[in-house]
């Protein structure tokens, strides 16, 4: 049987080689989500697989990147990009050839020639077509090298994937991609779904696998047609050559059908804690930036500007396996082991244990071998300090408080809904926690996640008072005001709370403006989680998340992953899986489509592997929710289940692409 992940990983493989082939002695700009994917695919040394690969110097790409310096004796430029729309590269390029004297261009792109209409217009010049850039950028080089003639190669490149480790990726140059509320499928993301579709079509068929996919919602319904109309499309000879084929079962789910579980704040999953409690690294939506300092020392004067963060992507895989599937006192204990065998082998004395290994006494250790090794000798144990200083600061974090009040109100609303259903005063109570949040020690923010864990939680099933709704209203008015107050008390402020930049962007410059838009947007966030509690209203077997086993069994929440992944698997149920609907992109059984769409006669456990994919992303908690629901049903039994998404969220991402997007 073909090992699909080993194929995968050859796949992304292929590409970087083909991009670090063209960068020796050349300029290289690189736009955020292809430096993305270099930095999971390098282990968090992009930039120096890329020097290491003769790059003279390494840029980032940008739209809105206007300060590209001139590159003294540079001849060469490489340019890498995921954009699918024309108009950034005429305006992007031109900006960088004004300012250098290239005489060669190669242009890396994800997108392949002509692939898909950009919004505002069907017409193939708004497509990028490989051929019209090229002869636009010709005079643009030929204009600051009139002595010899531009050399301009364009290749595509089609990166996609960034792999967290072997079960789990995220595809980063989608990474903004969300399902819509309503049904509203805009230009933009329509455009967005054929180029993701056209990426995982290039994907599978390049390494021989066969499709039968299957979709819930709307956008993966989307999704799902387009991809069988790149299979359908396609004249490709693998498939009928003798070439082995493996067939994988794709499934495709919107995550705004659950916005309860990214929302949640339950950290059995310790990558969950890592994400909330650590700032992300910088331009990055799916990496943490670990503060190496207690581990290296400070770093002071001139270099300080050159102090490199630690992150998630520089540890072993293994090592992001057990920060997802280990608890916080065993992964406490593993890194206390790890500092004891540091100083073994260095001839020092051994670490005293204490009696309760904890973050603090961990950063007490830590401290000591810095003060007595210098920072070379520490630097060989630079993989292995980055994973412990993780640790240590999401144990030791602030904001550890604020997570388990968080996990207390999730608690608190489960039983209050399960118990009082259509009676419930839980938007009463979650008010007067708006309105008392200073007091608490929560933000905005995360009060505004949790009133949409509370809404996606009940969709259809509870409806609240209009009374209570309103009291809810101002009391997330009055808190947008006061948090707009602060921001004009403490204007040096670092970083400004979504809905202060909200209310900035609305020109809300004023006392008297301030208070009128905060009414609006307040009144905009209700509509909008009055909407998240319709998403699951067509479903007929996943509409409900308030789930128990037995009478005696408390209700708990569980999501819509876990139900299509625990239904799947399971061998000792026939019964029809109603949500999905299937589509296949083979040839032979696309027309019968037509007269069995959503029925599925294949069940997806009839594949070896199963992909599951969230459109929108994915939490650490689901991560590992695959793994225990996979390892309950036996590995050996059932077919290699992965799962991937957009990117991997905690719950101030839902709060910025959903509220405030």
């Known amino acids: 049987m073909t090992n699909i992940i080993f194929e995968m990983n050859k796949y992304n493989s292929e590409c970087w080689e083909t991009i670090f082939a063209e960068v020796r002695d050349a300029v290289v700009y690189i736009d955020r989500y292809a430096t993305e994917c270099l930095h999971w695919f390098a282990a968090g040394k992009g930039y120096m697989a890329l020097k290491n690969a003769g790059a003279i110097a390494v840029h980032q790409l940008g739209m809105y990147h206007f300060r590209y310096p001139e590159v003294k004796d540079a001849k060469k430029a490489v340019i890498v990009s995921t954009a699918g729309d024309p108009a950034f590269y005429q305006r992007t390029i031109k900006m960088i050839l004004e300012k250098n004297a290239f005489t060669d261009c190669t242009i890396c792109c994800s997108i392949p020639c002509c692939t898909t209409n950009y919004p505002g217009s069907n017409s193939m010049q708004d497509k990028l077509n490989y051929i019209k850039l090229k ?154 930036a670990i503060n190496m300092s207690s581990a290296f020392g400070m770093v002071e004067g001139i270099l300080q500007a050159y102090k490199v963060p630690g992150c998630l992507a520089s540890i072993e895989k293994t090592m992001m396996n057990r920060f997802i599937l ?201 509509h909008t989680l009055r909407l998240i509690a319709k998403q699951r209203s067509s479903l007929q077997d996943y509409s409900f998340l308030m789930t128990k086993s037995t009478s005696q069994e408390t209700i708990r929440c569980v999501g819509i992953l876990e139900q299509i992944a625990r239904d799947i698997l399971s061998t000792d149920t026939t019964q029809e899986l109603r949500d999905l609907r299937q589509r296949s992109p083979s040839l032979i059984s696309a027309g019968f489509n037509l007269l069995l769409r959503g029925k599925a006669k294949r069940h997806p456990r009839d594949n070896s592997h199963i992909l599951l994919y969230i459109i929108g992303g994915f939490t650490a908690e689901e991560a590992k929710i695959i793994q225990d629901v996979t390892s309950n049903h036996g590995q050996n039994k059932t077919p290699r289940v992965m799962l991937a998404g957009s990117r991997l969220l905690n719950p101030l991402d839902i709060v910025d692409k959903i509220l405030f997007h």
């Open 135 to 288: 002869r636009d950028i010709e005079p643009w080089m030929i204009s600051r090298n009139l002595s010899q003639d531009p050399s301009v190669n364009i290749v595509h490149v089609p990166l996609l994937i960034a792999p967290l480790n072997d079960y789990l990726f995220v595809t980063p140059p989608f990474g903004d991609l969300m399902p819509p509320l309503d049904s509203n499928i805009t230009e933009d993301i329509f455009a967005e779904i054929c180029l993701i579709a056209n990426s995982f079509y290039k994907l599978f068929d390049s390494i021989n696998v066969k499709l039968d996919v299957y979709s819930v919602g709307k956008l993966s319904d989307l999704f799902a047609e387009n991809l069988e109309n790149c299979f359908a499309n396609s004249i490709h000879q693998n498939h009928s050559s003798g070439v082995e084929v493996t067939g994988m079962s794709l499934i495709l789910i919107d995550r705004t059908l659950d916005l309860c579980t990214p929302t949640s704040n339950n950290m059995e999953s310790f990558l969950t804690k890592i994400l909330g409690a650590l700032p992300r690294l910088s331009q990055h939506n799916n990496d943490v």
């Open 326 to 526: 280990e608890s916080e006192k065993k992964l406490l204990t593993a890194a206390n082991q790890t500092l004891n065998n540091i100083t073994s082998t260095k001839d020092s004395s051994k670490l005293r244990t204490p009696v309760r290994i904890s973050g603090h006494s961990l950063e007490k250790a830590v401290g000591k071998i810095q003060g007595t090794n210098n920072i070379d000798s520490m630097m060989t144990y630079t993989e292995e300090m980055q994973s412990i200083m993780s640790i240590v600061e999401a144990s030791t974090s602030q904001r550890t408080s604020q997570f388990e009040l968080l996990t207390s109100l999730e608690k608190l609303a489960l039983q209050n809904l399960s118990v009082s259903r259509e009676s419930s005063s839980i938007l009463a109570q979650l008010s007067n926690v708006v309105r008392t949040r200073i007091h608490r020690g929560l933000d905005i923010e995360n009060l505004l996640a949790l009133l949409i864990h509370v809404y996606a939680l009940t969709g259809t099933q509870i409806r609240f008072s209009t009374q209570q709704e309103q009291q809810l209203e101002e009391s997330i008015a009055d808190a947008i005001f006061e948090d707009f107050e602060i921001l004009g008390n403490n204007p040096s402020i670092n970083k400004k709370s979504a809905s202060q930049r909200s209310l900035l962007l609305l020109g809300a410059n004023d006392v008297a403006a301030a208070r009128e838009t905060s009414y609006k947007l307040a009144a905009r966030i209700i």
